[in-house]
């Protein structure tokens, strides 16, 4: 059974530094690109970053660009967000997704809450 | 930057079919995939690269491209079917974009 389960969300004062983790587990993690996408309360959905199979290719919105780090490590089966810098407006449930093909997010975390907050 | 238009809502009663649009510049050149999203929970995968559905997924989703425009068309609405829908797209330099999502509600 596939299963993706983010961790790190939390409080943290504007300016701060989080790291988020997404812990992948019964597929093959390392033939997959995986994403990060976000909702603000009570928002709509929001693409933050991409990364492929093997980290060759990276992708940001440019909301967090240059604020934000995506990586994986495929021995770990794991899925990191580095997030500097955060703002009021990067609160947001934070999802970790797998990408199938494309822009085929087939399976999804359940989610993890990040609040930038004074 | 690129984006996706979606309508804010639409309304349907059970039985009928609705429609949802995604619209957006790119959309003749780059594959729409929608998502269902119901309160609480993540959202799922209801059609892909514009028309393709997913196993597991009811066959009365379906998905249409014309142009500009993308549509998932609900068929036979069941108040199950109650949720926001969201499109997602890229644009041409691999960056991802989701619409501003439409809430579908069942009379």
């Known amino acids: 059974e596939v299963q993706l389960v983010e961790s790190g969300g939390g409080l943290v004062k504007p300016g701060g530094s989080l790291r988020l983790s997404c812990a992948a587990s019964?597929?093959?993690?390392?033939?997959?690109?995986m994403n990060w996408v976000r909702q603000a309360p009570g928002k709509g959905l929001e693409w933050v970053s991409s990364?492929?199979?093997?980290?060759?290719?990276?992708y940001y919105a440019d909301s967090v660009k240059g604020r934000f780090t995506i990586s994986r490590d495929n021995a770990k089966n794991s899925l990191y967000l580095q997030m500097n810098s955060l703002r009021a407006e990067d609160t947001a449930v934070y999802y970790c997704?797998?990408?199938?093909?494309?822009?085929?997010?087939?399976?999804w975390g359940q989610g993890t809450l990040v609040t930038v907050s004074s | 930057s690129y984006e996706l238009t979606q309508p804010p809502s639409v309304s349907v009663s059970p039985g009928q079919t609705a429609r949802i649009t995604c619209s957006g510049d790119?959309?003749?050149?780059?594959?729409v995939y929608w998502y269902q999203q119901r309160p609480g929970q993540a959202p799922v995968l209801v059609i892909y690269?514009?028309?393709e559905r997913p196993s597991g997924i009811p066959e009365r989703f379906s998905g249409s491209s014309s142009g500009t425009t993308v549509t998932l068309t609900i068929s036979g609405v069941q108040a199950e079917d109650e949720a926001d829908y969201y499109c997602?797209?890229?644009?041409?330099?691999?960056?991802?974009?989701f619409g501003g999502g439409t809430k579908l509600t069942v009379l």
């Open positions: 990364i492929s199979s093997s980290s060759s290719y990276i």
């Open positions: 690269k514009d028309s």
């Open positions: 790119a959309l003749p050149k780059q594959y």
């Open positions: 997704a797998r990408a199938s093909g494309g822009s085929s997010f087939d399976y």
């Open positions: 019964g597929f093959t993690f390392s033939s997959y690109s």
């Open positions: 997602l797209s890229a644009d041409s330099s691999g960056t991802r974009v």
